[in-house]
């Protein structure tokens, strides 16, 4: 018995790889307007922290290195639609609140799998 789940265990590890994840860390300022409320605006800032923190992975990633700053900027209109789905466990590590000015920074983790299927990447 022990040998049968030994094998089976042995067999579902390559069958279900993990791929590891990357940190990504980003920082925005946003100037709140009239109409929006402070949730929304930190909400919106953490979402834009998120993709600069991504555009910055992309950037100096080795899995991208390959790729020109043009076709990054041209994967951000791609991912900036997507970055919820492609940040896993966002936190905010610091946000700055001075009269309308919000200025966050956020780190999560990003599946490079995942990035490359939204990117059409294999």
């Not at 929006?36 to 555009?55: F, H, K």
């Not at 900027?73 to 905010?92: D, K, N, Q, R």
């Not at 001075?98 to 990447?121: E, K, Y």
Request: aromatic share 10%; charged share 15%; with cysteine.
């Amino acid at each position: 018995m022990k040998k049968f789940v030994f094998i089976f265990l042995w067999i579902s590890s390559f069958i279900l790889p993990q791929s590891e994840t990357h940190i990504i860390n980003g920082t925005h300022t946003l100037t709140q307007q009239n109409d929006m409320g402070i949730t929304e605006a930190i909400d919106l800032a953490l979402r834009q922290a998120l993709v600069d923190g991504l555009y910055g992975h992309l950037s100096t990633c080795d899995d991208y290195e390959d790729f020109t700053d043009e076709e990054i900027a041209g994967f951000m209109v791609i991912l900036s639609g997507a970055v919820e789905m492609c940040a896993m466990e966002p936190h905010i590590v610091s946000q700055t609140i001075n009269g309308n000015t919000i200025t966050i920074n956020a780190s999560a983790q990003v599946n490079p799998f995942i990035i490359n299927q939204f990117l059409g990447i294999e």
